[in-house]
């Protein structure tokens, strides 16, 4: 068997970050290999080929990640995360949110099971896709702000999304909207997040998330571009006042829209859906964590 094979996406966060990081996982021996994508898909084949590695390290951010899943064999391998994107929710969740964290990690080899979103989308006129996804499904407000951040702002690394938040305007729309079997309940919101981590992107926006209880975090936002900007102040203060429209746990959750939108998956942007299935997938992955 093989050891570990870095994927890194060059295109991750700001430009170079995510090569130095993958010279320097071969240079102390954290990687035996190390493999560049070279477009969209790209990671997930080359997970597939490296299927004899102990395990895989994803360099880049939660697109990366999640393109990684996908070739992953999730019954025997082990995911490791070096957090280079923007976002990093993932890797924040894992208390991974710096270099130094998530290179500790490599080499304490210490993992941890955590849960995963299974996914169904079906775009405007067409077919279904399938997909998994470790952190975040949002439609409205915040697929707005990742549009802006990862294509208006890119050059601002890290702080990308925290200025797309400030400077985007919620748009409302027509949604009927299921819970754990029951409904559809007719809704107008300025968006809807379903999120398996803590965290979005800079934000601690589900604080009672956990990665391995079995449930999703659902939050329905309702509101307009000044009282979004007080909910993120608020969120970024760690303080639960000034909430969102509605905020709960669920096993699983269905979405139809009444036009086309765009669906935001772990930091990757699909225009064009009008609905969604989205369930919990308990215990579905093994990720290296700081050991103990």
Do not use: K
Not at 98 to 118: K, N, S
């Amino acid at each position: 068997m093989n050891g570990w094979v870095a994927i890194v996406n060059p295109a991750a966060g700001r430009p170079g970050d995510a090569r130095a990081c993958a010279d320097l996982l071969l240079r102390e021996g954290l990687a035996d290999r190390a493999e560049i994508t070279q477009a969209p898909g790209h990671a997930t084949r080359l997970a597939r080929a490296a299927a004899q590695a102990e395990g895989i390290i994803a360099v880049g951010g939660d697109g990366t990640v999640q393109e990684v899943l996908a070739g992953l064999d999730r019954d025997r391998q082990i995911l490791a995360v070096m957090p280079v994107g923007h976002g990093n929710c993932l890797a924040r969740d894992l208390g991974l949110g710096t270099l130094v964290q998530a290179l500790a990690a490599l080499r304490g080899r210490r993992p941890r099971t955590i849960d995963l979103i299974g996914l169904r989308f079906q775009v405007a006129e067409g077919g279904w896709t399938e997909l998994l996804a470790a952190s975040t499904l949002a439609v409205g407000y915040v697929a707005q702000v990742v549009d802006l951040g990862r294509n208006g702002l890119p050059w601002l690394g890290r702080a990308a999304y925290a200025t797309a938040s400030a400077v985007t305007v919620p748009r409302r729309l027509g949604m009927d909207l299921a819970v754990d079997g029951r409904g559809p309940v007719r809704h107008a919101r300025t968006g809807l997040v379903v999120n398996n981590t803590a965290h979005l992107a800079n934000y601690r926006a589900f604080p009672a998330a956990r990665l391995d209880d079995g449930r999703l975090d659902v939050m329905e936002t309702g509101a307009g571009w000044a009282r979004q900007q007080v909910h993120n102040t608020a969120i970024l203060a760690g303080s639960g006042r000034f909430g969102p429209a509605r905020l709960y746990q669920a096993e699983q959750v269905g979405l139809r829209l009444d036009r086309p939108a765009t669906l935001m998956v772990d930091g990757e942007l699909w225009p064009g859906v009008v609905a969604f299935a989205a369930a919990c997938l308990g215990r579905a992955c093994r990720c290296l964590v700081l050991p103990a």
